[in-house]
């Protein structure tokens, strides 16, 4: 069973800054697929960025530029750094493991921007 829990949620000002973790433990192939989605009030969760075992990242188009994600293999982590933080980034942001048919996700942690 793989269990992923996310921290460095919380509320900033626009354009401010914030730094998500992931920390993933469990049985997990060494290829996988990490990543970030959020979800907002009222609409589908969508993805905001991901990253390979390889380190090839895919990003969506509202946040190049302004996020970066990361991953240590060796720790089993996925880092999200949030930068130029806009009100419409507000939403619960969850954590996701794929590995080959299997799906993994974190409870989510909320992130808050103020205008």
């Known amino acids: 069973q793989v269990q992923l829990v996310e921290s460095g949620g919380g509320l900033v000002q626009a354009g401010g800054s914030l730094r998500l973790s992931c920390a993933a433990s469990g049985s997990i192939f060494s290829r996988n697929v990490m990543g970030w989605y959020r979800q907002a009030p009222g609409k589908q969760r969508e993805l905001v960025a991901d990253i390979t075992s390889g380190g090839s990242t895919n990003y969506a188009d509202s946040v190049k530029g302004r996020f970066t994600i990361s991953r240590d293999n060796a720790e089993t982590t996925c880092n999200l750094q949030m930068n130029s933080l806009k009100p419409e980034d507000t939403a619960v942001y969850y954590c996701?493991?794929?590995?080959?048919?299997?799906?993994?996700w974190g409870k989510g942690t909320l992130v808050t921007v103020s205008a």
């Open positions: 996701k493991l794929r590995a080959g048919v299997f799906n993994y």
